[in-house]
């Protein structure tokens, strides 16, 4: 079946300018997280859903970034006016529920964005 | 707080030589454990779990891993490498939470693996 889908693949943009980032989740996966993935810091948290809630948004950096999923299904992450550390690759995973820690998270192939 | 530690950063081995890969993780229970690989380029593929039961867990691509509770480790292996495997690894840990809303994985650094022909 299909896997994890991102869009787009590879992002350039200016300092200052705002991008958005979509993640398609497998189909009846309920829970979808976010994470950043950057030479300095690994692989990053970022923000996780639940249905269309974030009962947990204590990775995002700052309030430059914010994220939304609508229909239980596809998520947008946006990062506005972006700086040079922004530059990563941002990744998303979905599970079939994240109770307990147990569910197995698939990742999509991530979005590369790089700052300029 | 939850940690992983990957402690070797770059690793080569020959075509054929068997492999180890370190895991060791800090938390108060006993975690549900995952080993992912990441080729260039490409997202995380997940290699095997362990969640409870039988500590040594088979995944694919010929991989094990054994969850050694004495250690707090998770050390991945595989007896014979091949040049396909060349990638990074990341071990990570999720939180035993029931019912909470934690699910979030806790990544280690990453160990680069090389293969000589």
């Known amino acids: 079946g299909a896997g994890v889908s991102q869009s787009p693949s590879n992002k350039v943009t200016e300092k200052g300018k705002d991008v958005e980032l979509r993640c398609d989740p497998i189909s009846g996966h309920t829970a979808l997280y976010w994470y950043r993935q950057s030479l300095g810091q690994g692989l990053e948290f970022l923000i996780y859903f639940q249905g269309n809630s974030a009962p947990d948004k204590s990775g995002l950096p700052s309030d430059r970034f914010s994220a939304e999923r609508t229909g239980g299904s596809v998520s947008t992450l946006t990062i506005q006016r972006t700086q040079q550390e922004d530059s990563a690759v941002y990744l998303c995973a979905s599970s079939l529920n994240s109770g307990g820690g147990r569910k197995t998270q698939y990742f999509g192939p991530g979005t590369r964005l790089l700052v300029l | 707080a939850q940690s992983v530690t990957q402690p070797d950063i770059h690793i080569t081995v020959s075509e054929g030589a068997s492999l180890e890969l370190r895991c060791n993780y800090s938390?108060?229970?006993?975690?549900?454990l995952f080993w992912y690989v990441q080729s260039p380029g490409q997202g995380l593929q997940l290699l095997l779990k362990y969640f409870s039961g039988d500590t040594l867990v088979q995944g694919i691509k010929g991989f094990e891993a054994e969850f050694k509770r004495s250690q707090s480790s998770f050390n991945l292996r595989k007896p014979s490498v091949h040049w396909s495997d060349a990638a990074e690894y990341f071990c990570?840990?999720?939180?035993?939470?029931?019912?909470?809303?934690?699910?979030?994985?806790?990544f280690g650094k990453g160990t680069k693996l090389s293969v000589k022909p």
């Open positions: 938390y108060g229970a006993t975690p549900y």
């Open positions: 990570a840990v999720a939180p035993a939470v029931y019912g909470g809303s934690q699910g979030n994985l806790i």
